[in-house]
Nanobody
Framework: QVQLVESGGELVQTGGSLRLSCTAS????????RGWFRQAPGKEREFVAA????????YYADSVKGRFTISRDSAKNTVYLQMNSMKPEDTAVYYC??????????????????WGQGTQVTVSS
């Protein structure tokens, strides 16, 4: 059984920074793409960022480009999301996801097979 566990979510002020972590555990886990999604109350889950595990190619939603950075530590099987210049509209539950294949539409939640339980991020105005 593969598990993805997120951490790092908390309350932060507008303009502040947070770093989320997502570590994979369980059976040998090889994920072609790792992604971060978020879901605010009453809204659909939306893509935030993704990274290809082998080549480290990154993808970002336009709403976070230039403010958020996704990275990975292969030795720790961990992906990070560094969030800077945060805004109240960044408030959401953030989910980590992992794919079982390459060549996916990285921004589509249904392309990912593994999901974490989510971590709450709240940005106060």
């Amino acid at each position: 059984q593969v598990q993805l566990v997120e951490s790092g979510g908390e309350l932060v002020q507008t303009g502040g920074s947070l770093r989320l972590s997502c570590t994979a555990s369980g059976r040998t886990f090889s994920s072609y793409v790792r992604g971060w999604f978020r879901q605010a109350p009453g809204k659909e889950r939306e893509f935030v960022a993704a990274i290809s595990w082998s080549g480290g190619i990154t993808y970002y939603a336009d709403s976070v480009k230039g403010r958020f950075t996704i990275s990975r530590d292969s030795a720790k099987n961990t992906v990070y999301l560094q969030m800077n210049s945060m805004k109240p509209e960044d408030t959401a539950v953030y989910y980590c996801a992992g794919s079982r294949s390459s060549g996916i539409y990285y921004s589509r939640p249904q392309e990912y097979a593994y999901w974490g339980q989510g971590t709450q991020v709240t940005v106060s105005s």
